[in-house]
């Protein structure tokens, strides 16, 4: 049976389970969008710019752990795109971006919106440097295997972005049915490796002799699913754990084995605790830049004297940034689980240390105790320790977070406590301002029954404003708590520690700060918009957002402090050689 490419398109999407696509219109990719109007089964998020598809089919992809679909035009459509997917990259999150390009009798003619420099038609090159793939869809009897391989790789191994670039043409030709068909005998989910009894009989030997062995978890855990293995295995050894940023709520905070986040943004107690472990499992990490601070050991880990066993599923992240006495590629999931087995068997009864578990207790209690003044404040602007502290105690303990970048993201991963492993998407490795909104369109969508609160800065909101529109009219009930410091605030005590100056990083007019009222603008796209007049206001304003279960943004005037910082940074050597300053308050 003959039938047009994009109507089999569409229906091997959705025999793949496919619910959501996420994307933007354009002259290239309508014959899909027509082939998708008859479908029952993929519900099409109709976005205002390509960045708003990326960032929310990452979210959604990190909520649904499988690999979520983006549609795009070509040329300014899939550079539009490109910021999004670029951060799902690093943070090794699965999308298939479907492109359209230019029709494929013209390449080289300069037909409208070709990208063609250094070769025809070569649109596809533009994201060589960050997706795992790009495949251009030369003729349409290759089509079929192009899409399975997508799926496939962009869900194995270290999870990740790929790209589909289509020549318009070739969704509206004809192709035999039964190329489709026959992948449907094809395994759609691939087994993953792990590792075997005697390794992880060794290593679980090595963490019950250690003195002072540490856990690292990074979001690789996450990413393979593996939060309760991880659970399984601490409370069985008695390990204490640190994590990434990525790898926050991997553990709920208030797990008594958890010690926190490393690094930059981490704390004096954390990591010390880090500098004196003497063997250090490090799982489904890339041991960072922010998390190991800039990997100086006097600040953070300290390999050697330590010791390291690695365990990732890409090989080329083991020994990349401190040399590994024990490197395993491996499954985290799978490995944990084998890890319990043998662990269990080892050591039958589970190991105590309760002298550890009230250091780790006395350590949240004085640093709860610490920020108390702050969390407590009626200061208007809102101090940023009061703004989480109230989200904190009106939130579900499941309910979904959202960060962007400054406050929303550092401040969180160190002061704000998370319960449920996946409930805080955090644009990590690639650290884009303009994630948190859309990102929680996705995760609502993804998670319908959760509540799902973005928290982010004016200088993000700013980014992408016109996710409201999406929000509107797709009935999609996330809330989005603008934490305004009339600023691009992190950069701005940045500058002004080091230079004495807030220039280009400060919003201002005639000298004045200066910002748009948020709330108006969502009451016009046809959202609950409130503005905040007083610290007291807030948390009501919250609970009934809430309530409600429709899209609203709440934007809160917020001081402009800076996230106290224990670690280092190597940028700061760079602006201020031997002085130690990081940043300063700008109010």
């Given at each position: 049976?003959?039938?047009?490419?994009?109507?089999?398109?569409?229906?091997?999407?959705?025999?793949?389970?496919?619910?959501?696509?996420?994307?933007?219109?354009?002259?290239?990719?309508?014959?899909?969008?027509?082939?998708?109007?008859?479908?029952?089964?993929?519900?099409?998020?109709?976005?205002?710019?390509?960045?708003?598809?990326?960032?929310?089919?990452?979210?959604?992809?990190?909520?649904?752990?499988?690999?979520?679909?983006?549609?795009?035009?070509?040329?300014?459509?899939?550079?539009?795109?490109?910021?999004?997917?670029?951060?799902?990259?690093?943070?090794?999150?699965?999308?298939?971006?479907?492109?359209?390009?230019?029709?494929?009798?013209?390449?080289?003619?300069?037909?409208?919106?070709?990208?063609?420099?250094?070769?025809?038609?070569?649109?596809?090159?533009?994201?060589?440097?960050?997706?795992?793939?790009?495949?251009?869809?030369?003729?349409?009897?290759?089509?079929?295997?192009?899409?399975?391989?997508?799926?496939?790789?962009?869900?194995?191994?270290?999870?990740?972005?790929?790209?589909?670039?289509?020549?318009?043409?070739?969704?509206?030709?004809?192709?035999?049915?039964?190329?489709?068909?026959?992948?449907?005998?094809?395994?759609?989910?691939?087994?993953?490796?792990?590792?075997?009894?005697?390794?992880?009989?060794?290593?679980?030997?090595?963490?019950?002799?250690?003195?002072?062995?540490?856990?690292?978890?990074?979001?690789?855990?996450?990413?393979?699913?593996?939060?309760?293995?991880?659970?399984?295995?601490?409370?069985?050894?008695?390990?204490?754990?640190?994590?990434?940023?990525?790898?926050?709520?991997?553990?709920?905070?208030?797990?008594?084995?958890?010690?926190?986040?490393?690094?930059?943004?981490?704390?004096?107690?954390?990591?010390?605790?880090?500098?004196?472990?003497?063997?250090?499992?490090?799982?489904?990490?890339?041991?960072?830049?922010?998390?190991?601070?800039?990997?100086?050991?006097?600040?953070?880990?300290?390999?050697?004297?330590?010791?390291?066993?690695?365990?990732?599923?890409?090989?080329?992240?083991?020994?990349?940034?401190?040399?590994?006495?024990?490197?395993?590629?491996?499954?985290?999931?799978?490995?944990?689980?084998?890890?319990?087995?043998?662990?269990?068997?080892?050591?039958?009864?589970?190991?105590?240390?309760?002298?550890?578990?009230?250091?780790?207790?006395?350590?949240?209690?004085?640093?709860?105790?610490?920020?108390?003044?702050?969390?407590?404040?009626?200061?208007?602007?809102?101090?940023?320790?009061?703004?989480?502290?109230?989200?904190?105690?009106?939130?579900?303990?499941?309910?979904?977070?959202?960060?962007?970048?400054?406050?929303?993201?550092?401040?969180?991963?160190?002061?704000?406590?998370?319960?449920?492993?996946?409930?805080?998407?955090?644009?990590?490795?690639?650290?884009?301002?303009?994630?948190?909104?859309?990102?929680?369109?996705?995760?609502?969508?993804?998670?319908?029954?959760?509540?799902?609160?973005?928290?982010?800065?004016?200088?993000?909101?700013?980014?992408?404003?016109?996710?409201?529109?999406?929000?509107?009219?797709?009935?999609?009930?996330?809330?989005?708590?603008?934490?305004?410091?009339?600023?691009?605030?992190?950069?701005?005590?940045?500058?002004?520690?080091?230079?004495?100056?807030?220039?280009?990083?400060?919003?201002?007019?005639?000298?004045?700060?200066?910002?748009?009222?948020?709330?108006?603008?969502?009451?016009?796209?046809?959202?609950?918009?409130?503005?905040?007049?007083?610290?007291?206001?807030?948390?009501?304003?919250?609970?009934?957002?809430?309530?409600?279960?429709?899209?609203?943004?709440?934007?809160?005037?917020?001081?402009n402090n800076p996230v106290p910082t224990a670690g280092h940074w190597n940028i700061m050597d760079i602006y201020s050689p031997?002085?130690?300053?990081?940043?300063?308050?700008?109010?």
């Amino acid at each position: 049976m003959k039938d047009l490419v994009a109507n089999q398109l569409v229906k091997y999407l959705e025999k793949r389970g496919v619910k959501h696509i996420f994307g933007l219109c354009g002259h290239t990719n309508i014959a899909f969008l027509a082939a998708l109007s008859k479908s029952t089964k993929i519900r099409f998020i109709n976005v205002r710019h390509e960045q708003i598809a990326s960032h929310a089919a990452d979210g959604y992809a990190r909520v649904t752990k499988k690999a979520a679909v983006v549609l795009s035009h070509l040329g300014p459509g899939l550079t539009n795109a490109a910021t999004g997917v670029a951060n799902a990259a690093l943070d090794s999150i699965p999308l298939v971006v479907i492109a359209g390009d230019v029709p494929s009798h013209y390449f080289g003619k300069h037909p409208h919106q070709e990208v063609n420099m250094h070769a025809d038609a070569s649109q596809w090159e533009i994201y060589r440097p960050f997706v795992k793939r790009a495949w251009r869809v030369d003729r349409p009897d290759l089509f079929p295997e192009i899409m399975e391989k997508a799926f496939v790789l962009a869900e194995s191994g270290r999870p990740g972005p790929v790209l589909v670039d289509v020549p318009m043409d070739i969704f509206s030709q004809e192709i035999d049915a039964a190329l489709f068909e026959r992948l449907d005998y094809n395994v759609k989910v691939m087994q993953k490796p792990s590792i075997n009894d005697e390794l992880a009989t060794r290593i679980v030997k090595i963490l019950a002799e250690a003195k002072n062995p540490l856990i690292y978890a990074g979001g690789g855990i996450m990413l393979a699913d593996a939060a309760q293995q991880l659970r399984e295995f601490v409370d069985h050894m008695g390990i204490p754990v640190a994590h990434t940023l990525m790898g926050k709520g991997i553990l709920p905070d208030d797990h008594p084995l958890t010690l926190g986040m490393t690094g930059f943004w981490g704390t004096k107690y954390i990591n010390e605790k880090c500098q004196g472990a003497d063997w250090v499992l490090g799982l489904g990490t890339r041991f960072a830049e922010a998390d190991c601070s800039s990997w100086y050991p006097e600040y953070a880990f300290n390999f050697p004297p330590a010791k390291l066993i690695h365990i990732d599923i890409d090989p080329g992240e083991i020994g990349r940034n401190y040399p590994v006495e024990i490197g395993a590629v491996a499954d985290i999931k799978q490995a944990l689980t084998v890890f319990n087995r043998v662990a269990k068997k080892l050591y039958p009864e589970a190991k105590q240390n309760e002298a550890l578990n009230q250091e780790i207790a006395l350590y949240k209690k004085e640093f709860k105790a610490s920020n108390k003044s702050l969390e407590e404040s009626n200061t208007f602007p809102m101090s940023p320790q009061r703004i989480l502290a109230d989200v904190r105690e009106v939130l579900p303990r499941d309910a979904i977070i959202t960060t962007d970048v400054g406050w929303n993201k550092n401040g969180v991963g160190q002061q704000f406590p998370i319960y449920e492993p996946g409930s805080i998407l955090t644009p990590g490795g690639y650290a884009t301002m303009g994630f948190g909104s859309p990102a929680a369109l996705g995760a609502k969508i993804a998670a319908p029954d959760k509540v799902v609160v973005s928290l982010i800065g004016d200088g993000g909101f700013g980014q992408n404003p016109a996710v409201l529109a999406t929000a509107a009219i797709e009935h999609i009930p996330a809330i989005f708590v603008i934490m305004n410091n009339y600023a691009f605030g992190t950069i701005a005590g940045l500058e002004k520690a080091h230079y004495d100056t807030t220039f280009g990083a400060v919003f201002e007019k005639d000298g004045q700060p200066y910002s748009p009222d948020y709330a108006a603008i969502a009451r016009a796209y046809g959202v609950e918009g409130i503005k905040i007049r007083s610290a007291e206001e807030f948390k009501p304003a919250l609970k009934m957002a809430i309530e409600a279960n429709k899209p609203c943004v709440i934007d809160v005037s917020m001081l402009n402090n800076p996230v106290p910082t224990a670690g280092h940074w190597n940028i700061m050597d760079i602006y201020s050689p031997g002085k130690h300053v990081h940043h300063v308050s700008t109010n």
